[in-house]
């Protein structure tokens, strides 16, 4: 689509006809249908200005030149909200420098429905680099990197919007400070987003916690008295189902105890693009590529490879056994005996 800047920074859209413009910027017909006359199709935006009459003007209290102004300001608004609300398929993170000032040779784009894993030693610059995505860095952070929304600069209503917010973050521990129900905390997330069917949504929403959460939990139950993991399946569903922001940030999803694989498999479905920083080996190959930071640039960028793929499985294997012991640990049962596969030096 024609952008609008391209027509506002050559001057050139006074140029163009009125019948052409609204073709192009529908929008623009709310500004002349708030006038008294309606413009000719065929005349220029510019001269349908210059051409009213003095009585008319006189009656508006302003001039030709006024009108023109504020019809170039209400476009320049209109366009960016429209930016805003367009949905964003992808990001680019264009490097800046390291810790030492050395380049960062980079520029990534990320689709929507990917996974991309941060991986690094503690300190390597993991959450800087999720911090620079959240404020959308213009080269102003200590990185100095860049990020592009759609292939372009982000607007500023994109950068400084709270309503339409790029980003979700979901930390390691949700601390709920009101005491209300599942329900009425999923409802009152519903009906601040404006959601149609709140009834039908809401519902979904705790059907899918349930299913990445281990033990179960109704609407009824108090929000508080959840455990980690409940909570944590509960924010999850909540950020696929009810957030419209199109990124979801996540600094470590381990020892939720909920079904991790499902969980980032429902905010893929719903087209978001998640980063997520982590140690974990099954959440690092669950990625579609990785990044690996070091020393405050992205240093290697990784795709996952077939045979890492299936290594996945058998390290999938390898955590359910684990967790059958943790659980048999919780039941108060001794470890005297492992899985065959865990059996490597178990003390017989
Ligand atoms: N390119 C850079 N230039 C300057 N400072 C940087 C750069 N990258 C990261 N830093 C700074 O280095 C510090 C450590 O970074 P950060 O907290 O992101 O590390 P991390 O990998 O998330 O660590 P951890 O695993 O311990 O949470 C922060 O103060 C961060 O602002």
């Not at 009656?59 to 504020?70: T, Y």
């Not at 499902?262 to 998640?274: F, G, M, N, P, T």
């Not at 299936?310 to 967790?323: A, C, G, P």
Request: aromatic fraction near 4%.
């Amino acid at each position: 689509m024609l952008q609008l800047e391209e027509f506002a920074v050559q001057g050139q859209l006074g140029k163009i006809a009125v019948g052409e413009l609204v073709k192009l910027f529908p929008y623009a017909e709310d500004f002349f249908a708030a006038l008294p006359v309606t413009p000719n199709p065929q005349v220029s935006v510019n001269d349908f200005f210059l051409g009213l009459e003095d009585g008319l003007l006189e009656e508006l209290g302003q001039s030709s030149e006024d009108l023109i102004k504020q019809f170039n300001e209400f476009m320049r608004q209109m366009e960016q909200i429209r930016k805003v609300d367009e949905p964003v398929s992808s990001i680019t993170i264009i490097g800046g420098q390291d810790k030492d000032g050395m380049a960062e040779d980079v520029c990534l784009t990320i689709y929507a429905g990917e996974i991309v894993c941060i991986v690094g030693s503690t300190g390597s610059g993991k959450s800087r680099l999720l911090a620079d995505i959240e404020w959308l860095a213009q080269r102003d952070t200590p990185t100095g990197r860049k990020i592009l929304i759609n292939d372009q600069l982000p607007t500023a209503g994109r950068r400084y919007s709270i309503q339409h917010k790029l980003v979700a973050q979901l930390s390691q521990n949700m601390n709920f400070v009101m005491d209300l129900t599942v329900s009425e905390f999923l409802r009152m997330h519903a009906e601040s987003r404006m959601v149609r069917d709140l009834e039908t949504v809401v519902a979904n929403v705790i059907l899918q916690a349930n299913r990445l959460a281990g033990e179960q939990f109704s609407a009824e139950t108090p929000v508080t008295s959840l455990s980690g993991g409940q909570s944590r399946a509960l924010m999850i569903a909540d950020t696929a189902y009810l957030s419209a922001s199109p990124v979801v940030l996540i600094d470590e999803i381990e020892n939720a105890g909920i079904d991790r694989q499902s969980a980032l498999k429902l905010l893929v479905d719903k087209q978001k693009i998640v980063l997520m920083a982590t140690h974990d080996p099954i959440l690092a190959l669950m990625g579609d590529k990785r990044l690996v930071v070091n020393n405050g640039k992205i240093s290697k960028i990784l795709t996952t490879t077939d045979k890492e793929r299936r290594n996945l499985e058998i390290l999938e294997k390898l955590d359910r056994q684990l967790t059958d012991v943790r659980n048999a640990l919780r039941r108060g049962e001794n470890i005297d005996t492992l899985p065959e596969t865990l059996r490597g030096s178990e003390v017989i």
